[in-house]
Nanobody, 124 residues
Framework: QVRLVESGGRLVPTGGSLSISCTAS????????MAWFRQVPGRERDFVAV????????NYAEFAEGRFTISRDNARNSVYLQMNNLKPEDTAVYFC?????????????????WGQGTRVTVAS
């Protein structure tokens, strides 16, 4: 069982920046593929970004390319999402998720563990 806890979500102005974090329990974090998803009410979770265990591979959703950066610190069991030039349409609850294996999945069903989410609101 892996417990994931997100933090850092808050209200930010349009064009602002925000970094959110996710910390995992246990000692297997360095081997996990970690991802960020986001969800607005009434919709499915959308893939945002994924990062491999050694940080060499990172993939982003099209809307995140050039604005968002995913990173991780294996010594701290943490993964981060730096978001710049935020837009009102980025308003959502952001979730981190983990999976084992080697595939950099972008589908919600491919992930094993999820955090409770952190809410990001971008003022219009």
């Amino acid at each position: 069982q892996v417990r994931l806890v997100e933090s850092g979500g808050r209200l930010v102005p349009t064009g602002g920046s925000l970094s959110i974090s996710c910390t995992a329990s246990g000692d297997r974090f360095p081997g996990y593929i970690m991802a960020w998803f986001r969800q607005v009410p009434g919709r499915e979770r959308d893939f945002v970004a994924v990062i491999g265990p050694n940080s060499r591979t990172k993939n982003y959703a099209e809307f995140a390319e050039g604005r968002f950066t995913i990173s991780r610190d294996n010594a701290r069991n943490s993964v981060y999402l730096q978001m710049n030039n935020l837009k009102p349409e980025d308003t959502a609850v952001y979730f981190c998720a983990s999976r084992t294996g080697t595939r950099f999945a972008t589908q919600e069903d491919d992930y094993d563990y999820w955090g409770q989410g952190t809410r990001v609101t971008v003022a219009s």
